[in-house]
């Protein structure tokens, strides 16, 4: 994703929003990649009409508090008896407040049948999906009593923040009485809401372990079979055009610059399969795009855009459309020991048209 910081002099400090109005100072081009493979920060030069225009620094973090998963056993004890003939056959309810004070239900759990003291399955929730990740935002607690005909009859409810009921956050409530709000006169209690247990959870991600020190490697696999179509010919996937780029450039173009610039090295392993190579014109399942089978690696996206064009004009392409051998090979790359201190993530790209024809050996 890339990204463009302008900063400006602010001349008409009463039109502060209209940039119009305002002396640009210098722009600086990035991607996201940039930011987030940068370590502490990045600091990059601003330029104005191609000029140097000064020095800009970027620090950037994710939102942490929207980052876990909340866990939860919820009981309930003394339930108001809503059945003539028996107990009740509870459920309950989880709703968010929203602007303007109206309440949205985020979860809804199964009924229990007859009984007044309840132990509902445990559940979890994102916390962006209980209260949009404000911790302080108020939830209402409803438990209702499950008729057949779908009349339900509300038992009590009772509100509390997230905050309030997790101990991580420094929450102390373990239980909550239950009112029903259509019960006149004094307020009665209907039962008692109780929190088993609450726990709120990190949930670690890409960025996480980037920043952590995890290794980020790169592999690619170029389909060069028959079934592409001769690259002389318009209809060809690898057709060569001294006016626009085939559609195996800008797929690798378009996925890989995406992906290279978190490969810590930019060393990325590139083969080919589905060819008849040189002398002997054999087929070959994976072979390097570089020809060079001691070192297939080679640099960035632009290193992997040549080794494809040299590839395209110096193979046959043939068939038929294998793929174990070339994830045979991904996989001694990916097979190095990792430890809690030196952890490495493998993504292999593999750019193909056509239906895989060792389907069986593959999912092996």
């Known amino acids: 994703q890339n990204l463009q910081f302008a900063v400006y002099d602010v001349d008409d400090k009463h039109h502060v929003d209209n940039i119009d109005k305002q002396q640009l100072l210098g722009t600086m081009e990035c ?14 030069s601003l330029r104005l009409q191609g000029n140097p225009a000064g020095k800009i620094t970027i620090q950037a973090e994710e939102v942490q508090d929207s980052k ?40 809804r759990s199964q009924h229990i049948m007859k009984t ?8 979890q929730l994102e916390i962006q999906k209980l209260c949009s990740g404000d911790w302080e935002r108020t939830l209402q607690f409803s438990v209702w009593d499950w008729n057949k005909s779908g009349n339900n009859e509300l038992i009590g409810i009772c509100s509390a923040s997230p905050k309030d009921i997790c101990p991580e956050r420094g929450g102390q409530i373990f239980n909550l009485d239950l009112t029903n709000p259509s019960h006149k006169g004094k ?3 209907t039962g008692v809401l109780v929190f088993t247990s609450v ?18 490697s790169l592999i690619t696999a170029v389909d060069f079979t028959a079934s592409n179509g001769h690259p002389s010919q318009p209809s060809s996937l690898h057709y060569t055009s001294p006016y626009q ?18 490969d810590s090295d930019q060393m990325i392993p590139a083969f080919g399969f589905g060819a008849q190579l040189p002398p002997d014109w054999e087929v070959s399942h994976c072979f390097p795009l570089n020809f060079n089978y001691q070192n297939p690696e080679v640099y960035g996206v632009q290193g992997i855009l040549d080794a494809y064009q040299y590839t395209l004009h110096n193979v046959k ?48």
């Not at 493979?37 to 990059?44: E, N, P, S, W």
């Not at 007044?116 to 559940?123: D, G, K, N």
């Not at 726990?199 to 980020?216: E, M």
């Open 31 to 44: 991607t996201l990649a940039e930011i987030m493979t940068a370590g502490v920060h990045l600091t990059k």
């Open 68 to 107: 876990f998963i909340v866990h939860f056993e919820l009981s309930a004890t003394k339930l108001e008896k809503k059945d003539f003939f028996g107990k009740s056959d509870p459920y309950i309810e989880i709703a968010k407040a929203q602007e303007g004070g109206a309440f949205t239900v985020v979860y």
């Open 116 to 123: 007044l003291s309840p132990r509902w399955p445990a559940f």
């Open 187 to 189: 307020k009665k209690s």
């Open 199 to 216: 726990r709120a959870t990190p949930v670690y991600s890409f960025v996480d372990y980037i920043r952590g020190g995890c290794q980020i």
């Open 245 to 262: 780029e085939n559609e195996y450039v800008l797929a690798i173009r378009s996925v890989a610059s995406v992906l290279a610039p978190y």
């Open 317 to 364: 392409l043939h068939g038929p459309t294998n793929f174990s051998s070339f994830l045979d090979r991904a996989m001694q790359y990916a097979s190095v020991q990792e430890n809690q201190q030196s952890q490495s993530y493998f993504i292999l790209l593999v750019i193909t048209d056509g239906e895989i024809t060792d389907m069986a050996n593959t999912v092996d």
